[in-house]
């Protein structure tokens, strides 16, 4: 892509068409970083190690589909997940969804944040004995990731491209290790009854449920549509790496946090740098795209390096506040209100529109689609509170009932 063009309002061009390949790297990334490792280990300790890689599987399935389908939208159309969105919920009514969006990612983006001042905080009292208190860690950080994100994201995307390769092979490099240390075991028994199979399945899913719903915002890039679903070998296979990783180090250390855990190996600053690293570039993007997707809500937009600033501080001030611990939580709301999302633009693609977007012919309000969303997250929350379910899974209940209700809606009105 050029540095110059974000093509938020129109067609991708053929001369910033990208391959595949690039983009399964840039959605691999996406994996490779503290919120996804911790979600890993802590995935292990309340699930026990055998039933957090049943978990890992069934979620990586659910979100592969869904990505599959929404990756051919994105290239066919050549259009960002903004304006896809404008055709079914129409200019106004998109707004609302960018809006939840937006939020969203500021929520990832304070995560990130805090895990990374954890981590940089627990560093320095190994290796130097020094106690920083994790406010001002946190406060230093967000000024650096903020200003890099002004005026250094592409650079940043450049260092992505070989720090995330490195990292993985080192994590993998860490497994070998603690595979050939007979005498590091763990008593995690206690632990593994604490979340159902269920639960687990429902957090996996929300934690990269945004990325079906945003990845037209990739794939309109890509050549064609065999290279576009092979970019989701970065879904497929990175994400649930990245998980299985750290859920076999957790198991096998009986920590969550990854830092302890390399310290059990005496690999303390090798993995820093590259978490690090990984986790700067990945929460620099998560602001970037915080900052875009409010720019869209309203009609003449607003800076870029304002909305930045104002993102990094409703951010810092999140996990000032502790929003960690509360991740569980934050990924089973996710889980509520972003797959009827996905179901509706992807019904109104293939079945409506038929596979074909006239950009001067968008309404201000799609009713139809944003009545079958909220329905449908409505259904959703009466199945996360075993009020009344569908398929016992509340993130398929929405998907379902939003697909059903905007199609029906939809022929309703035609008649």
Same mark, same amino acid.
């Given at each position: ?5 974000? &093509?938020? *309002? ?27 490792? =911790? ?5 292990? /300790?309340?699930?026990?190690?055998? *039933? ?9 399935? $659910? /979100? ?60 320095? +009292?190994?290796? $130097? ?8 860690? %946190? ?83 890509? =050549? ?12 497929? %296979? ?5 998980? $299985? ?6 198991? +096998? ?20 740098? /590259? ?52 991740? %569980? ?15 509706? =633009?992807? $019904?109104?693609?293939?079945?409506? +529109? ?29 199945? &996360? ?10 993130? %398929? ?7 059903? /209700? ?10």
């Amino acid at each position: 892509m050029s540095d110059k063009v974000q &093509y938020t *309002n129109s067609k991708v061009q053929k001369e910033d068409f990208t391959a595949g390949w690039k983009v399964a790297l840039i959605l691999t990334s996406l994996g490779v970083s503290l919120p996804m490792l =911790y979600l890993g280990s802590e995935m292990a /300790l309340l699930m026990g190690f055998k *039933n957090a890689v049943i978990a890992f599987i069934v979620s990586t399935i $659910i /979100l592969t589909a869904l990505c599959l389908v929404t990756t051919l939208i994105g290239t066919r159309s050549r259009l960002s997940t903004y304006m896809i969105l404008r055709f079914p919920f129409g200019k106004q009514g998109a707004k609302l969804i960018n809006l939840l969006m937006g939020i969203s990612l500021l929520g990832w983006f304070s995560v990130a944040l805090e895990l990374l001042s954890d981590a940089i905080s627990e560093t320095l +009292k190994v290796m $130097i004995g020094l106690d920083v208190s994790l406010s001002l860690i %946190i406060l230093i950080g967000s000024v650096f990731i903020t200003l890099t994100t002004i005026y250094g994201i592409r650079t940043l995307e450049k260092l992505a491209n070989i720090a995330v390769p490195l990292l993985l092979i080192f994590l993998v490099y860490v497994i070998y290790i603690a595979w050939s240390m007979q005498d590091l075991t763990v008593a995690n028994q206690q632990a593994e009854q604490t979340m159902s199979l269920f639960e687990g399945i429902s957090a996996l899913v929300g934690s990269s449920i945004l990325v079906p719903v945003l990845m037209a915002d990739f794939s309109r890039y890509i =050549y064609s549509d065999r290279q576009s679903v092979f970019s989701i070998v970065g879904v497929a %296979i990175g994400t649930p790496l990245v998980w $299985i990783i750290a859920a076999f180090l957790a198991d +096998k250390t009986g920590e969550v946090d990854i830092i302890m855990i390399m310290n059990k190996f005496k690999l303390v600053l090798p993995a820093f740098i /590259l978490i690090f690293v990984s986790t700067w570039v990945t929460n620099a993007t998560n602001l970037y795209s915080v900052s875009l997707t409010f720019s869209t809500l309203t009609d003449e937009g607003s800076g870029y390096t304002r909305l930045t600033i104002i993102s990094g501080v409703l951010g810092t001030a999140l996990a000032l506040a502790g929003f960690s611990n509360y991740f %569980i939580e934050f990924l089973n709301v996710l889980a509520i209100f972003a797959p009827a999302i996905a179901a509706i =633009y992807i $019904i109104d693609f293939f079945l409506i +529109k038929k596979q074909n977007y006239d950009l001067e012919n968008i309404q201000e309000w799609g009713i139809q689609a944003l009545i079958s969303w909220a329905v449908a997250s409505l259904f959703a929350c009466l199945a &996360y509170f075993e009020i009344f379910t569908m398929t016992s899974a509340y993130y %398929i209940d929405a998907f379902l009932v939003g697909s059903i /209700l905007y199609l029906g809606l939809h022929f309703m009105k035609r008649i």
